[in-house]
């Protein structure tokens, strides 16, 4: 543009820079404008004036502008020490800028999705019939099966239906399947949920539940239905009696009126006449059944595949091999965004970041299968102990923002429980012998220091104590006789510290015999090991309060009322547990022991000065 045109230019702005329109034309064209305008203007108007921003949209404009003004400052600070450098130089730091910030973007996201959203007939053979919406469907291996499709085998048929929570479910012949919910959940904010229906037959399922942050798998039958979030577990409806036999984890059969727990290497048999449930232990051997011999090694092979497709998951989430893995460097482009970062808040949430990565590239080199020298330990155990302080450091940062901000503080918490949540899913399958252990057992433990109220701790807890009493029997089966001894000492120290966060609640005394029911029952699941090593672990725990007490109904069992001690001359007899009974009006009237041989128990007396239990 010449001189000429720039002048010109400039003097047409000048003239459009103040309006030239009259008080007199204003009005008018106002006029005009609002007889066009169809509604009450006034009105609308007074509404708009009342539109408030929630406070969740509040926080996130609020963070958008500290990013922006992050961002500047950024910038300005490249401006102000780098413009001026050559062009070589000032390509090369741009280049670096780049290659760093887009790290955000070019890096993949270490939440990992570790299985599908929908759920399959993986194979069959002989006789197989799939009906969906009453008419039968050509089957094949890798039919997708949907909410109300029956699976039927016929009399040579046999079928395995793979959920979407990679929880398998292998169908005998004969068996017949209703679908009624296949609920994939939200990855990280609802329950997952399987609802089946066995009709007839003989079913074998092994949870395993990868993708929500609860799940529940279920099987309805007679009027009955047994629900769990992990384990196996084989049902059989073919006679006049219908059979649940529990091979790992614990399964709840629930009915009308009750609940019963039935713990690894116990079955329940119900009568389907008079609804009686009778739980027994079983001692089997594996070689005279088939059917329990096939499906427990089809078990191993698929538990061992589902972790084999995790690894590759996480491998490639990285960008590495399990022969080529440097912890150090998984994070490389993170650490440098870190060196880059002034906001506080997000420094630490880049940092949880970093600590993920290499705590993921830990749990590949550990099973990589590869020998681990001196200095590859000592760099593993420094990331999953990095990892550890991270969420410990970034959960206590929480509660100070709490003070402030709780709707903040509830945000920046779910942010690290979804990454400790994604590590448990790695996990998950991990054995006690494995070397990757000790992760899971950070990990566990974070999930429990995430929880401020002693409620919700409780939960957690209790859950945890669970999976101990799985990893228990797991060793004891093992025949690992060290293993299944360190394993029970965890166990003992879990359930003393659940006892103790109970009497600090608030919970009414109905509340807390509830919660205590729950860890004497859960001690009752302590299977595979020496009874007298029960006896003594029951002994230590229950005696960790003084004078526990539980009042239900008298025609129940009940919990200890009192501390025992066994008789000094028989310190060596197995350990003994304390029941108590209750009259209609809820006072504690007698107690009764069950032991092993007479004269090994003193108790305190009469019962009925006991205290009460935790008041």
Do not use: C
Not at 127 to 148: A, T, W
Not at 317 to 335: F, P, S, Y
């Amino acid at each position: 543009m010449d001189k000429y045109n720039e002048d010109n230019l400039e003097g047409m702005l000048d003239l459009m820079a103040e309006s030239r329109l009259s008080v007199e034309k204003k009005a008018a064209l106002k006029a005009r404008l609002f007889a066009k305008i169809d509604g009450d203007l006034v009105n609308d108007l007074s509404k708009v004036s009342r539109v408030e921003l929630s406070r969740v949209r509040r926080v996130g404009i609020k963070q958008r502008i500290f990013d922006a003004l992050d961002e500047r400052i950024k910038i300005g600070f490249w401006e102000r020490n780098f413009v001026g450098l050559g062009k070589k130089i000032g390509a090369a730091v741009a280049l670096f800028v780049f290659f760093v910030s887009s790290g955000n973007f070019l890096n993949l996201d270490p939440e990992v999705v570790y299985a599908e959203d929908f759920t399959v007939l993986e194979t069959f053979e002989g006789e197989v019939v799939l009906i969906r919406d009453g008419k039968e469907m050509s089957v094949k291996p890798g039919i997708r099966i949907f909410e109300n499709d029956r699976l039927a085998t016929g009399a040579n048929g046999m079928a395995t239906v793979r959920f979407f929570d990679e929880s398998v479910s292998r169908l005998a012949d004969n068996t017949e399947l209703t679908f009624n919910v296949l609920s994939v959940g939200d990855e990280y904010l609802k329950e997952s949920r399987v609802n089946v229906v066995l009709l007839n037959g003989r079913m074998w399922s092994r949870v395993i539940g990868m993708n929500a942050v609860s799940n529940v798998f279920e099987v309805e039958f007679q009027g009955y239905m047994t629900s769990t979030n992990a384990g196996a577990f084989d049902v059989n409806n073919e006679s006049e009696m219908v059979e649940v036999e529990v091979f790992n984890n614990a399964v709840d059969i629930n009915s009308a009126h009750k609940v019963e727990r039935v713990g690894q290497g116990n079955k329940a048999v119900i009568t389907k006449d008079s609804g009686e449930v009778v739980v027994e232990n079983t001692i089997r051997d594996s070689g005279a059944n088939e059917w329990i011999r096939g499906n427990l090694e089809s078990d191993e092979r698929h538990v061992a595949e589902v972790q084999t497709k995790i690894n590759v998951k996480i491998a490639e989430t990285l960008g590495v091999t399990g022969e080529n893995v440097d912890i150090k460097q998984v994070a490389a482009k993170d650490r440098a965004l870190f060196a880059l970062t002034f906001d506080a808040v997000e420094k630490k949430k880049i940092k949880l970041d970093v600590v993920e990565k290499e705590f993921m590239a830990a749990q590949i080199k550990l099973s990589s299968g590869e020998n681990i020298s001196d200095e590859e330990r000592t760099e593993i155990d420094e990331a999953i102990k990095n990892f550890e302080n991270a969420f410990v450091d970034f959960y206590n940062f929480v509660d100070e923002v709490a003070v402030k901000d709780l709707r903040y503080a509830e945000e920046l918490s779910d942010f690290a429980a979804k990454k400790v949540l994604s590590q448990k899913k790695a996990l998950s399958l991990i054995s006690p012998e494995s070397d990757a252990y000790s992760a899971k057992i950070v990990v566990a433990d974070l999930q429990v220091f995430k929880e401020k109220d002693k409620d919700k701790k409780i939960v957690v807890k209790n859950n945890l104590i669970e999976e101990r009493l799985n990893d228990v029997d797991f060793a004891a089966a093992k025949g690992d006789v060290d293993l299944t001894e360190r394993l029970l000492k965890d166990y003992q120290r879990d359930v003393v510290s659940v006892i103790e966060l109970i009497a600090q609640t608030d919970a009414s005394s109905v509340e807390k015999e509830r919660l205590m029911a729950e860890i004497v029952n859960s001690i009752d699941l302590v299977n595979g090991i020496d009874q007298k090593r029960v006896g003594e672990i029951k002994k230590s725990i229950l005696g960790t309060e003084a004078a526990v007490s539980i009042k239900i109904a008298a025609s129940k069992p009940l919990v200890p009322i009192a501390s025992v001690e066994a008789n000094p001359e028989n310190s060596e007899t197995g350990v003994i547990m304390t029941t108590s009974l209750a009259s209609e009006d809820d006072d504690v009237v007698g107690v009764a022991l069950e032991e092993e041989e007479e004269n090994v128990v003193e108790v305190v007396e009469p019962a009925n000065n006991l205290p009460p239990l935790l008041q």
